[in-house]
T-cell receptor
Framework: EDQVTQSPEALRLQEGESSSLNCSYT??????LFWYRQDPGKGPEFLFT???AGEEKEKERLKATLTKKESFLHITAPKPEDSATYLC???????????FGKGTKLTVNP | DGGITQSPKYLFRKEGQNVTLSCEQN?????MYWYRQDPGQGLRLIYY???????QKGDIAEGYSVSREKKESFPLTVTSAQKNPTAFYLC???????????????FGPGTRLTVL
């Protein structure tokens, strides 16, 4: 069964304190791994797509990396506006249905 | 601006009523999806459609119905058979990833449904 596990469930950081969020997955034939940001009461906002192990993508203070078993979302020198829930999803081979993790709730204190 | 719109933002339903949630996209995407989000449970797929006049059940389709008469529109009806409908409902769309790339789904702002 295709599965995505995100850790930790919640993370509190001080402004400027860099850290990483983890997304572990088991999937039959990964076609793509996706990261989203979701603010309370809003729809998820697309951040990155990663297709193969070794691939990296960056956007401002965020950097996503991918291995054969997991992906990391690195947050460098976070600011309070980076506070949100970050969702990871995978697209299995032969499917158009994403499999989502439960998310990591990030809080960045000033 | 291209995007996905959902309406209404908040919806209140009495016991035994059917309600319909609207989802429209002007991204020219072929595929559309409905998800339900509950605290601590992540996103669960209700229905999806890859082409007009065709749709498939997701993981939690019981008590819901959909139609896809136009490429741009994918309304969701929450019927009285849905026992616990209070949740945050999200609509998404994507291109069909036939080339092996793509697959990203883009989400609307959501509708919060509350049963009174």
């Amino acid at each position: 069964e295709d599965q995505v596990t995100q850790s930790p469930e919640a993370l509190r950081l001080q402004e400027g304190e860099s850290s990483s969020l983890n997304c572990s997955y088991t999937v039959s034939g990964l076609r793509g791994l996706f990261w989203y940001r979701q603010d309370p009461g809003k729809g998820p906002e697309f951040l990155f797509t990663l297709y193969s192990a070794g691939e990296e993508k960056e956007k401002e203070r965020l950097k996503a990396t991918l291995t054969k078993k997991e992906s990391f979302l690195h947050i460098t020198a976070p600011k309070p506006e980076d506070s949100a829930t970050y969702l990871c999803a995978v697209l299995p081979g032969g499917s158009e249905k994403l499999v989502f993790g439960k998310g990591t709730k990030l809080t960045v204190n000033p | 601006d291209g995007g996905i719109t959902q309406s209404p933002k908040y919806l209140f339903r009495k016991e035994g009523q059917n309600v319909t949630l609207s989802c429209e996209q002007n991204l020219n995407h072929d595929a559309m999806y409905w998800y339900r989000q509950d605290p601590g449970q992540g996103l669960r797929l209700i229905y999806y459609s890859q082409i007009v006049n065709d749709f498939q059940k997701g993981d939690i389709a019981e008590g819901y119905s959909v139609s896809r008469e136009k490429k741009e529109s994918f309304p969701l009806t929450v019927t009285s058979a849905q026992k616990n409908p209070t949740a945050f409902y999200l609509c998404a769309s994507s291109i069909l990833s036939t080339s092996g790339r793509g697959g990203e789904q883009f989400f609307g702002p959501g509708t919060r449904l509350t049963v009174l």
